[in-house]
């Protein structure tokens, strides 16, 4: 069917099929950064590594002007 022959019906159902993707999509962004805002809004918790790279006694060997 070409766009010359849809009847007014036709045409308002596929701008209201336009109309709700776009809201969807729109929908979707809010979710995700509303998501997002509420990650970011919260204090970083405190974190202690479990491991060290490099043993204690030799870390001072990598240091500048260190004193033994």
Do not use: C, Q, W
Request: proline share 4%; no cysteine.
């Amino acid at each position: 069917m070409s766009r010359e022959n849809e009847t007014a019906a036709e045409r308002l159902r596929r701008e209201l099929h336009r109309a709700v993707e776009r809201i969807r999509s729109e929908l979707d962004k809010i979710d995700l950064l509303s998501s997002a805002m509420a990650a970011f809004s919260a204090p970083v918790p405190d974190y202690e590594p479990g491991f060290r790279h490099m043993r204690h006694v030799t870390a001072s060997a990598l240091e500048l002007n260190s004193r033994r």
